[in-house]
């Protein structure tokens, strides 16, 4: 079956065609005749990151006297037809991996003179979005109080808007994990058929700071905290462009920034608005960060 997918994609009717081909639920062989998504396949991939789960090399010619076997060409040609529909379709019911999508964003101690150590998590947000209404249907929040460096920095105030009063007598990190894993049972998040998964914005809040605090304090954080999204590469799968942070995804996608950035809970609501705009976009969310 040969087709020539730059004109494909342009109506819906054979955009279905595609999708089912992406599928691989019939046989496909694809040559690529259109020097202009060639071209934007190259930026596209040259800007992933190296464990993006697009494909990394670039799409080569069938009338080239190329090397590689027919699989490493269709697979190419396959991830750029995946991305091509992805950037092509507006949006419609796709089958999510996920029921709830946990934003979460920690805020910790910090200076600007030096680097604190140890950094300590003062607020702990995390948004419970529904994949399929777009909706936030619940929220855990709370601020925790550092313990070995108690006071706040001015820097620190001023960075995060989060003065001394609101995180003094503020319980310590190990309650409020107790807590948040409460919040877990309650919200039908575990020991459920619901499927869930964090999203962060970067790896630093479930790669960095909580397994440095918990290794610290000699607790083991639960297994649930061990995956999650970092949305940047979702980003980067979606526009084929590595965000340098949460600001230059809402420009992107003309989204309006909402609150005080790095206040925990103001950074998970904005970056929920970027969940909403990507599952949008099609795009299934897969986890791409772990321990
Ligand atoms: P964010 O999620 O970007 O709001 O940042 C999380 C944490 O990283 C903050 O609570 C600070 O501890 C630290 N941080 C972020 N930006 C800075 C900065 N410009 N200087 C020092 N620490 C920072
Ligand atoms: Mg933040």
Redesign the pocket.
């Known amino acids: 079956m040969f087709m020539t997918l730059a004109n494909l994609t342009q109506r819906p009717i054979q955009r279905m065609v595609v999708e089912n081909v992406l599928k691989a639920k019939v046989p496909l062989c694809v040559i690529v005749t259109s020097r202009v998504s060639c071209g934007k396949y190259h930026s596209h991939t040259n800007n992933l990151p190296n464990n993006s789960s697009v494909g990394n090399k670039p799409s080569r010619n069938f009338d080239s006297n190329h090397q590689a076997s027919l699989n490493e060409i269709l697979i190419d040609e396959r991830n750029m037809a995946r991305r091509m529909v992805l950037e092509t379709t507006s949006t419609g019911p796709v089958e999510q991996k996920y029921d709830y999508l946990l934003v979460l ?8 003179k030096e ?2 150590n140890p ?1 300590e998590i ?2 702990f947000p995390v948004l419970k979005f529904n994949v399929r209404s777009q909706k936030v249907e619940a929220v855990f929040h709370q601020y925790v109080s550092p313990q070995y460096h108690p006071q706040l920095t001015p ?2 105030t001023e ?2 808007g ?1 003065v001394q009063d609101m995180v003094t007598d503020q319980p310590t990190l190990p309650e409020v994990l107790r807590n948040f894993d409460k919040w877990m049972i309650t919200e039908g998040l575990i020991g459920s058929e619901t499927t869930s998964t964090f999203v962060t ?2 790896d ?2 479930l790669k960095t ?1 909580l397994p440095k605090q918990c290794a610290l304090l000699d607790i083991a954080p639960k297994p649930y905290f061990q995956r999650w999204i970092n949305i940047k590469k979702s980003y980067a799968d979606v526009t084929g462009t590595f965000p340098k ?2 600001m230059d995804m809402m420009v992107h996608f003309g989204l309006k920034h909402k609150g005080r ?4 809970i103001d ?1 998970c609501r904005n970056i929920s608005s970027i969940v909403a705009a990507i599952l949008n976009k099609g795009y299934v969310f897969r986890e791409n960060g772990r321990l």
């Open positions: 964003d920690f805020e910790a101690t910090c200076d600007n680097k604190l950094q003062i607020e820097f620190c960075l995060t989060i914005c970067g630093w809040d700071m942070g949460m950035q790095h206040s925990g950074d």
